[in-house]
C-alpha cells in the first residue's frame, strides 16, 4: 500500500475544501499523497483560485511533499486517480436561492435537499455527476468516489444504478449524531458503536452500545431536556414533540423535523424569508460564505480557519478523509454511509441507495445488517425512498410522469394546482441546468 | 335456505334506512324477511320514529309479510338475528361538523374519513362497534355483521382485529364507480368485471374486463374528458390532475382527490366554511337530511322519495342488501368489500382490514388476487393503512403514542405544534364520546 | 358471441380426443363450431387416423355441424383459431418408458411429470410448445391456448415467460379432487367453493365450502378413511400418513405421495418394473392404448368408449371444454388452472405459473387469493418452484448449471455421481428431442 | 475491564476442553481469569476428573493465578459467572452411535446434526439447554453462554427463542473455512475478510476479500482442484461435483455434502459400518476418544498434545476463547456466529437463529447485511431452516406432528413408512433421554 496517492476534488471552489485539506494533512502518516488536483469550473474560478492559493499555503506549512494542482481540465485531474472527492454544486448557490425561493412562494418548504428543492436540486445535480462518472470509468476505473454532493442519497443511488464507478455517499449528519453522543455520554467517540439507519437526511440512530449496554434511552433523554450535541451547527436549537420521540425508541436526526414538525418549519421559512437582513437560507449561507472567502484571500492564513466551523457542514470533510484512509489502509472502522442496500434495510428495493453503518475495509464498505425497524418509521422511510427513485429517475430520463409522481408522495409537499404550477416554474427557471426536460420547453 | 331471516338496523335513524328498505323488497323474491328490527339511541330516537313509520307504509305497499320493530334495546333485537347493517354515526352530525371545523381552524382538511377527521371519528366509533359486537358474539354468533359505518375501513379492521363477528365492511365509492364504469362504456353492469383495490376511501379501479378486453384506458380517457359517472353525486365536478392520473393506468376513486390535490381541497373547504349560506360539509349535510325528514314525515310517503338520491350514500343501501342475498343464496357475485387482507394486496399486514373485489359465497367473501400495484401506490396504501391501524389501536387502547405516531405518517395533516394543538381540542371536545382517553383529561 | 368458433388440437392423436369431442359435443348449444381441426405429426399418423375418423363419426351422430379436419400442416391449422388445446406428447410413449426406466435404474422414482422424469419431459416438451407459440403469434394471436401437456406448471411457465400467447394450463387432478370432495359430502359438485393452492401436482385443497360451512375436515376424514373418490382412477388405492396430513389442516392431491412417502412410492415402482407381465407405469400406458385404439378403430363404435375412463386423465378433456365454454360465454365459473402467479401465493415470484383457483371471464381466468399457506407447506412448494424453474431455463437455454442446480433441490431427486450419470444418460438417450443440449455432444 | 472473570465449562469431560484451556491461557494478557469451573454429570464423571487434573497441570506450567473447579453442582458453578461455555453432549457417544446406527439400518444418512440423527440429537439436547439457561437466568443473567453443543443452530435458536439468555452459537466450520482459505492465498488471516452465510453446517462463504480484491473465484478454484484447507481435519478428502459448485459462486461449506452429494455420502457411510475394524463414525470417535483420555492421563503431560488436533472440532475452542476475549475487551473482530435473524438473511424470519458473519462487541456481535443469496440457494436455507424450527419445536413441546413435518422436508431423509418406523425406534430407544416423548410410551 506504499503507492502515493492521487486525489482529484471536484468542486474545489466550495468553502469546505479547507477542513478537506486539513484533514488530508493530519492523516499524513496514514496516507501518501504525492498530488491533489482541485478541479472546478469557470463559473467557479475565482473561488478555486483562492482556494487553491489557500491549500498551497497550508501544505507548505505541514511541510508535506504533496503538490497541489488547479484545473478546469477534468479528465486531466482524474486521469489514475485514486480517490475522487464530489462536492460540487450544480448552479451555484444561485441556484438553491431559486429554489428555496419558488417553494416558499408556493407555500412549501424550501430546503437544498428535502421536498420540492431536493427534487430541483437532484434535476441540477445529477446529470452532472454521472458525466464525471463516465469520465471516471474510462479515465481511472478502479478510483473511489466520495459523494458528498447534495443531494448525496440521490445523487449515489444515480450513480449506483447508471455506472459502474465504486461510490460510497456520505453526508456530516451521522458523523455529527455519532461525536454528539459521545458528548452528552462523556466518552471517547471511538468506545461507541452507534448503529444508523435510514436514507440521507432521514435517518435514526438505533443503537448507542457502549461497554455492553445500549444508551440509548439515556442519550434520547438528553436530546429531550435540550442537549443539542446530536445536531449539526448550522441547525437552531428546537425541541423535538416529546412524546412522540420517546415511543420512537430511536434518535431521530436533525431533518427529521421536516416531517415530525412541517408546520413549525414551514412558519419558521416564511419569518425568516420576511426577515429584512437575513432571507432565505441559502442567502445566509451565501453571506457567510462571503466571509470566509475574505478570510482565506488573507496570504498569511496557513490554517484552517475558525469560521468554517460554523458554516454547517462540518466534520463532511473529516469523514471523507477517514473514509479515504480507511479504505486505503483496509481499517475496518465503522463509519455510516450511502451505499447500495442489498437487503440491509428489509422492505426496500435491492438496488437504491440508503444510508446505514458499516464496516469500511479495502474493498469499500460492507453494511451491518438493520434490525427490523417500527412499521411506521419503515412506512415512512419507504415512502420518501419511493419519492427519491422517481426522483433519480426523472433526473435521469427527463420523464415528467416521473417527477409529478415522486412529488405527489412527499409528505412535505402539497397536492393540486399549486404544485403544478411549482413544478412549471421550478424547470422553467433551471432551464440551463436541467437538460432533461429540454423536451418540454 | 327456507327459513325466514331476521334483520337488524343499528343506527335506524339515518336518513339511508328508507333506501336499505326499499332494497329489501325489491328483493323479497331472494330472502324471505320474517322480522325487520330497527334500532337506535335516545338522541336518534325522533328520527328513528319517522322511519319505522315510513319503513311500515313502504311494507304495506309492498304487500310484504316483514314485521316492523322498533326499539332502543339492541340485545333484545340482536337476539338470533341473521344479518345486522350496522350504519350509526357516533356523536351524530352534531360530532361530524365538530370534526370538519376544528380540522379547518387549523389548517387542516376537516373531512369524516380522512385526515384528522377520520381520526376523531373512528376513535369514537370504534368504542361502540366493539361493545355492539360483543353483544353480536353473546346473541347471535352466526350473524353476518354488514358495517357500513364510517369510517368503514378502520372499523372494520377494529372489528376483524378484536372479536370473532363475521363481518363485511361496505362502501358506496367502488359501486358507484363500478356503475359509472358500466354508464360510460354503455353496457351492462354485470357484463363488466371491473377489479378494485386499495383501502376504503383509497381505491383504485384497476381492471374494466368487457367481452375480453380491458376497457380501463378508454373509460380512463372518458373520466379525465370530464365525465364524472363513477363519482358519487354528492361530490361535486372537479378535474383530475391530467398527465398524473393517465400515467398511473388505474382509476383513482374520487376521495384520491384529499392526496392528488390536497391544496386544492383544502382551499375549496375554506372557501365553503366561509361562504355564509352554507357552512362545512358537514352542516349541507345536515340541512339536507332536515329536508329529507320533512319529507319522510307525510304519511302518504309510501316509498323512498327520489330526493334521497342527492344525499351521497347513495347505492350503499342497495350495496347492503345485495350481499345480504349473495351471502343468503351463495351468489357468487363479484363485489368490492372490506375484508381481510390474508395476502390479497402483497406489502399490507395479513391481519388488516383492506377494500378489494370478492366473489361472495354463503361462507362470505373470497377476495380475488390483487395483481401487483406500482410500487408508488402501494407507498401510498402502505403508508395510509399504518396510519389506520395507528387509529385502530389508539382508538381501542386509548394509546396517545399510537394516536400521534399516526397522524405523522398522514400525508394531509401538518405536523408540529399545529397537530399537538388540534389533537388536544379534538379529544376535549369529544370527552363525552371517547372514554379510552379518560386518562388524559 | 355468435360467430362460429375454430377450434385445433395439437397431438389429435392422443388417446383422450375422444373425451375432448364428446366434451365439444355436449357443449354444442353453449359453443357453436364449425371447424375442428386435429393436428398431429408423422410418428402418430396412424393413430391420428383413427382418431379423425371415430370423430367424424361422432360428429354425423350428434348430427351437429360441424367439420372435422385433419392434417400434419400445424399452421393451416392454426390460421384464425379460436382455441388451440395442446396435448401432444414430445417423444411419444417411448419417451416416457426410456424417463421412467432410466430413472429407476439410478435408484430414483420414475415419473412423467416429478423427479427426473418431470425434468426430461420438460426438456423434451418446451421446445416444441415454444414453437408451437410462435406460429400462434403469428397466426391467432388472440386465439387461447389450452394447454395439458405435461408437464403441465413447467410448460405453462415457459410460454407465459416467452411468448405472448394467451394460456392457460390445465389438469385434471383438481378437478378430480372437487368431483370427489362432491361425491363424499353426497352435494352437487356446483354448490360446493372448493379452492387449491400450489403447483402442477403439488397441489392441496384449502378449503372446502358448502351452505356456508367449511366442510375441509370432514372430507379430510373420509379420505383418511379410505374414501379415493378424490385420486384419479388410474392411481392405485393407498394410504396417507394419517397423523400428517390431519395436522396439515389441507387436502393433499395424490401426488403429494412422492413427497410424503417417497421411499413407498419408490419401492412400488421398483416391484412393478420386476412383475414380469407389467413392466413400468408407461408400459402399461402403452398397453392400454393399443387396446383403446382396437376400439377406436371400431367402424361401429361412434361415441366416446366407456373403457376411456380407465384411462386416467378422465376430466381432462372435461375441463378443457369447459373451460372454452367459461371464455367464450364470460360463464365466470370458478375452475383450478396453471396461471401467473402475480402474488396469488404468496412468496413466489410474480411471473411464475402456480395452479390454482380462479373465475374464469371472457377475459381469461382471474385467480383468488390464497390466504397465507403453513410455512412448511410453503417451503415445499417453493422449492419445487425453484426447481420448475431453473428446469423451464435449462430447457429453453440448454444450460447444464441450470439443469443440475434444479434437480439438486428437488428432494425426489438423490444427489452426486448417481445423479450426474443418470443426467448425462438421459440427455444422451434423448438427442433427437433435445436440440438446447447439442452443445453437450 | 479489570474485574478478574469467572468461566463456567458445562460437559467438561469433552476431550476438547484442553484445547479450551489452552487458548485461555494464551490469552492470559487479554482476559483475567480468576476461575475456570469444570461441571460435569455422573456419566462423565471420570473423563471429567482426567481433564481437571490435566487442566491444574496446564494452569501451573503457564504460571497463571487461575482457579481451577470441578463439581457436578451446576448452580454453583454458575453463581455470578462471566462466560458459560456449553459443550457437553447429551447422551454421551453411546447416544450418537444409537443415531448413525438407527438412521443407517433405514438407509437414511446417519449423522450428528443432519436428517434424522440432527433431529434426535436435538431432541436429546434441547431440554437440557434450556435447563441450564433456567439457571443462568437467575444466577448470572449478565454472563454470555457461548452454546458449542451440537447441534449449535438448533440449539441457539431454542435458547434465543425460549429464555432471556444472552447466547452465542459457535462453530468450528466457518472458522476453518477462513484458517483454509487464509492458507490457499497464503495471506495472513487477518488481512481477509471473509463472509459467511447459511445456518450451521449449512454456511456458504459469499466472499472472501483481501486488499480491495474478492479472491473468492481464486479460492474456489483451488477447492475445485483438490486443495482441502477449508474443511475440518476429520473430514476425509472428497471431490466436489465441480460444475455445480463453480456455478454457484459460493464455496459451501463441507457438510454441503450431505445435499449435493446425499447418495455418495450413504453409500460411504453404509460402507463405512460394514468395515468390520471400524464400525460408523461415532464408534470411530469413540475410539480416537478413548486413546485421548489415555494420553491426558499421563501425569506428565501438562500442555495440549498434538493428538487432539485429528479429533475434528480443531479451532472450536479458539473461536470460543477468541469470542470471549472479543466481547469482555470490546475488540469489534469479526466473526462467524450463529444468532438471531433479524432481518440479516432476507426471507427467513427475524426470530430464528442464522450463521453468520458478525462484527463482536462488548454487547455481542452485530451481524452484517448478506446481500441476496441466488435463489436456489435460498430456497434450501429456507427449507433447512424450516425443518429446523419445527424440530425445535418438537424438542420443546413435544410435539410428533412438528417432528414428521418436520423430518419430511428435511432432503436426505426418505419418508413414509421407513421415517414412521425409523422415528418410532428412534424415540423408544432414547426414552431416557427425551422426557418431552414421554406421552407417547
Partial sequence: MNKP???????????????????LLVRKDEMQISDLWLVDIEDGWEKAQIIAALAKRMVDRADVDMTIHLTQDRQLALKDADFICSQFRAGGLEGRIRDEKIALKYGMIGQE???????????????IALDICRDIEELCPDAWLLNFTNPSGMVTEAILKHTNVKTVGLCNVPVTMQKGAAAILGCKEQDLMIQIAGLNHLVWATQILHQGQDKLSEVLEAVLAGNDSMVPQNIPPFAWPENLVRSLGMIPCAYLRYYYQSQD?????????????????????????KKLFDIYRDPHLDVKPKELEQRGGQYYSEAACELMSAIHNDKRSVMHVNTRNNGAISGLPDDCAVEVSAMITSAGPIPFN????????????????????????????????????????????????VLEQALAETIEANRAYMPQFSHLH
Fill in 370 to 417: 438493520v434490525a427490523p425497524l417500527p412499521t411506521d418509521t419503515l412506512r415512512l422511510i419507504q415512502l420518501m425512498k419511493e419519492f427519491e427513485t422517481l426522483t433519480v429517475k426523472a433526473a435521469v430520463e427527463g420523464d415528467m410522469n416521473a417527477a409529478i409522481r415522486g412529488l405527489i408522495l412527499n409528505p412535505i409537499v402539497p397536492t393540486g394546482h
Fill in 5 to 23: 496517492l492521487k486525489i482529484v476534488v471536484i468542486g474545489a471552489g466550495s468553502s469546505y475544501t479547507p477542513e478537506l485539506i486539513e484533514g
Fill in 113 to 127: 435537499t428535502n421536498g420540492l428543492g431536493g427534487f430541483a436540486n437532484a434535476c441540477r445535480t445529477i446529470p
Fill in 265 to 289: 418549519m414551514l412558519d419558521e421559512e416564511v419569518k425568516e424569508l420576511q426577515h429584512q437582513d437575513q432571507g432565505c437560507r441559502a442567502e445566509v449561507v451565501k453571506s457567510i460564505e
